[in-house]
C-alpha cells in the first residue's frame, strides 16, 4: 500500500501501521500514548526494528509473539 501510494518516507510509512495492526498505534496524531492501555488485549509481536517505519518497510526478524499475554513464540 504504501509504496504503490508513493508513501516512502518515515512519517508516511509510519502512518500505515494502523492498516496492519486493526487501527491500533501506539501514539495519536498529538504524540500521545493510545496503546496499550491496561485493560487491551496483549496481543503483540516484537521485530527488530530502529522504528516503526523501519519494520513496515522491511522484512524484520520476529523477536518475539505474545498472545492473551503469553509468549508463544521468542528467539529472546
Known sequence: MAK?????????????????????TPLNQAGEQTWPKVGDNANMVFVEASCSAEAIARRSLRKATIFNGKFVSSTI
Open 4 to 24: 504503490s501510494s508513493g508513501w516512502g518516507d518515515e512519517r508516511s510509512l509510519a502512518q500505515t501501521l494502523p492498516f496492519i495492526t486493526g487501527g491500533k
